[in-house]
């Protein structure tokens, strides 16, 4: 028996919107109860939570974890360890690793580390086409029951729109969603930074924002069509927002997110050549961030992720455009998103259902929410410490961030996944 | 919970970019970039270049100034006329220079960039003049060589080109006074990929001209180039209309079959500088060209040759100009006692 005890905490419930003090009781890896001491209960190990919120773990929708392949970046051991300990209880991992994710054995190897490691929760998502190379249909329904929760080409194109069709015909017909990261390759390609003022001024191949309005409509349309179900990560621009804004006004059933650097930086960021900021999409204008956090705000964006991505110090020491695109960052998702809820952008409930509860409906997953009988995935966080994000102190490999040096307040102190307390500042 | 400013109180990565060339008194330590430098920054090596015209018009072109200062060219990209003038200024300041022409192949990565730094600044060399293929090259240079180390930009990718600006403003001074206020001045072509336009315009306005245009297709105009300070002209004969002042940019090769322009020939057909449409241009107009010269593709050869081209003169400056900010550069003061002088 494994019985873990939480007590005495700001019980903050995203899907009831309900705050309370309270205990959390957990045997076997599940919550038995909220509130009323099951009888005949003992504890084997209590938590004090004291003047600490209590929420479910985190969810994120795209986490780079650089293995297969890449594990001079990152491992699966180091980003989940680190996922864990930024109060994440389950990352979703996209495709194109090397190898792809395109058969059953790279989720099976991709699972079994993750399950060896013991910490945050990985799902993953199948290649869409073989190899993400945009010409062959994968195995969809084979990468369904290997446990693939969807289907994605990643940022890889597909540049005939015949074979994307049949792609989602195809993922319709597995009920597999698919998960689409935006991107007219014709229009970034050899682009580094948002086509704006910036990037003219500073002389860097501009990334146009119809490369993603372009591959939205595109896949709008094609979802009509087939009748497929699709959620549209990493959005970076305010005309993106419109067409979903416009395409669920229509009905369509369509989720969308962004990532959380996208509501904190713009182009503005990268008028040093900081490398940091170089990041797919590129950090667009300040009205386009604006714009983003609006759809935040109303709901349009369905939830908020880390796009987490590891490098090697070297992969960012290189003039701008030679620098590798993306940010470490698992460590810095909780705390951008609650300075959300300090700038008064959303409500604290609003920010934990971005994190958890509207993530885990968008996987189909069984997390993201504190109820009896439901997985003792928790995250438990102190909203009133002040502290400084150090890349000394992250435990990601990548050390590769923008933020370092800046001012948070809120912080983890427990993560407890399946019932069990993984992590403890 | 109070909302608390959050912005790093310490830069991300080195110095900010637009001072990095600037040491603590205020005086230039890298030459990277014309943005961010004051005019009196700009007049005052353009006054310097001044001086050093009249030592290149001497019979003993040579100055003892940098005599002991080791200088390396440091060129990542193929180029002739910069990298010889920049020796020549060297020569005539007397310091040793040093060549070294390191081909970078997309394909062959081998060394990176930050070892092939190093390397050379264990030769205990003064000054690196850098020319990339990377916009922000040398920015990220002189971000990482030790600090008694200059770095004079040569051309990095599409970005900056300063010296070659400021030996365009000599040569505007040298014809049009030092007063830029009342002048038009019209550059035309290449935008999108001129690192030599992006630092004129910056050099332009620092030095209050009245009136900066660009004239060029919108293929090959950057998205908002506007917010630089130009106004924008597609059509040649309005865009030079009344100029004092037109500077040609090289249209490349590649450009001109594909898909930034139809052709050479519609190129020239509606941008190719001839004697004819110079007529709109105010009668006194000069004609500049960073060079290499395409002749019947940006300019006919009768404006190349003409007299209102200045096209030569501009080379010959360029010594004079590259004298001044290598002898400013590293004839520093040290920053610990050095005051406020001139």
Request: aromatic letters at 4%; a negative charge.
């Amino acid at each position: 028996m494994n019985r873990l005890l939480v007590s005495n905490g700001l019980i903050l419930d995203p899907v009831t919107q309900s705050v309370k003090t309270s205990n959390v009781y957990i045997a076997d890896g599940n919550i038995i109860a909220i509130d009323h001491e099951p009888a005949g209960f003992e504890a084997d190990r209590s938590i004090d939570a004291t003047g600490l919120i209590i929420s479910p773990g985190l969810v994120d929708l795209s986490a780079r974890l650089r293995e297969p392949g890449l594990d001079f970046k990152a491992d699966i051991h180091s980003e989940v360890t680190a996922a864990a300990s930024a109060g994440i209880t389950t990352l979703c991992c996209p495709p194109d690793t090397d190898p792809v994710i395109d058969e059953p054995a790279v989720v099976e190897l991709i699972h079994r580390k993750a399950a060896n490691a013991a910490h945050t929760h990985v799902v993953t998502l199948g290649a869409l086409t073989r190899g993400l190379e945009g010409h062959l249909l994968s195995e969809m329904a084979t990468l369904k029951a290997a446990g693939c929760v969807g289907v994605s080409n990643s940022r890889r194109p597909v540049a005939n729109t015949l074979i994307l069709r049949r792609a989602y015909s195809y993922a319709a017909s597995c009920g597999i969603t698919i998960f689409i990261e935006p991107d007219e390759h014709w229009l970034s390609t050899g682009g580094c930074a948002h086509d704006g003022k910036v990037a003219t001024r500073l002389g860097l191949q501009g990334i146009p924002v119809s490369a993603e309005t372009v591959a939205i409509s595109r896949a709008l349309e094609l979802i009509l069509e087939t009748g497929a179900r699709a959620h549209f990560g990493r959005l970076s621009s305010a005309h993106g927002v419109e067409l979903i804004r416009r395409a669920k006004e229509r009905g369509m059933a369509i989720t969308a997110d962004v990532s959380a650097h996208q509501l904190f930086l713009s182009e503005m960021d990268i008028n040093s050549f900081n490398s940091m900021c170089h990041v797919l999409p590129p950090l667009r204008s300040q009205r386009d961030m604006e714009a983003l956090r609006e759809a935040v705000k109303d709901g349009v964006i369905d939830a908020i992720c880390s796009d987490h991505q590891p490098h090697e110090p070297d992969a960012k020491q290189a003039p701008f455009a030679s620098t590798e695109p993306g940010i470490s960052s698992l460590e810095s998702l909780l705390p951008l998103t609650l300075r959300l809820v300090h700038e008064q952008v959303v409500p604290t409930y609003t920010a934990l259902s971005l994190l958890s509860t509207q993530p885990a409906a968008i996987l189909g997953i069984e997390a993201g929410v504190l109820a009896a009988n439901r997985p003792a995935d928790i995250c438990i966080y102190d909203p009133e410490q002040d502290w400084q994000l150090d890349t000394s102190t992250m435990l990601s490999r990548g050390k590769n961030t923008p933020f370092a040096g800046w001012n948070f307040q809120g912080k983890v102190r427990h993560t407890i996944i399946d019932g069990r307390l993984v992590y403890t500042s | 919970m109070a909302n608390r400013p959050t912005r790093p109180t310490d830069p991300l990565i080195g110095n900010d970019s637009w001072n990095i060339q600037l040491d603590s008194n205020g005086k230039l330590k890298h030459f990277l970039t014309i943005e961010g430098l004051g005019s009196d920054m700009l007049t005052s090596i353009l006054d310097t270049a001044e001086s050093f015209a009249n030592v290149n018009e001497q019979r003993v072109k040579k100055v003892p100034l940098l005599r002991g200062k080791t200088i390396v060219n440091l060129f990542f990209e193929a180029s002739t006329r910069t990298r010889t003038t920049f020796e020549l200024a060297a020569k005539r300041l007397s310091a040793d220079i040093l060549n070294i022409n390191i081909s970078t192949s997309a394909t062959t990565k081998g060394e990176s960039l930050l070892d092939t730094l190093q390397n050379l600044q264990a030769m205990l060399c003064d000054m690196f003049i850098v020319r990339h293929s990377d916009s922000g090259a040398a920015h990220f240079i002189a971000g990482n060589v030790a600090p008694h180390i200059s770095v004079i930009n040569a051309g990095d990718g599409r970005h900056a080109h300063p010296t070659q600006a400021m030996l365009d403003m000599f040569t505007i001074r040298r014809n049009k006074g030092r007063d830029f206020g009342g002048l038009r001045v019209a550059i035309v072509g290449d935008l999108l990929h001129s690192r030599v336009a992006r630092s004129q315009i910056h050099a332009l306005n620092i030095l209050n001209t009245g009136d900066v245009r660009v004239i060029a297709p919108r293929t090959l105009l950057p998205t908002d180039i506007e917010d630089m300070g130009v106004s924008i002209y597609t059509d040649l004969e309005a865009g030079i209309k009344d100029a004092d002042v037109i500077i040609m940019l090289r249209l490349q090769k590649e450009r001109m079959q594909g898909a930034f322009l139809p052709s050479e020939h519609e190129y020239y057909s509606q941008y190719g500088l001839t004697e004819e449409r110079l007529r709109v241009a105010r009668d006194d107009a000069i004609v500049m060209h960073p060079g290499p010269i395409n002749r019947g593709v940006e300019i006919e050869s009768r404006v190349a040759d003409g007299e209102r081209s200045v096209i030569l003169d501009q080379v010959t400056y360029g010594i004079s100009v590259r004298m001044a900010v290598m002898s400013m550069v590293l004839g520093r003061e040290p920053e610990q006692n050095a005051t406020e002088a001139n």
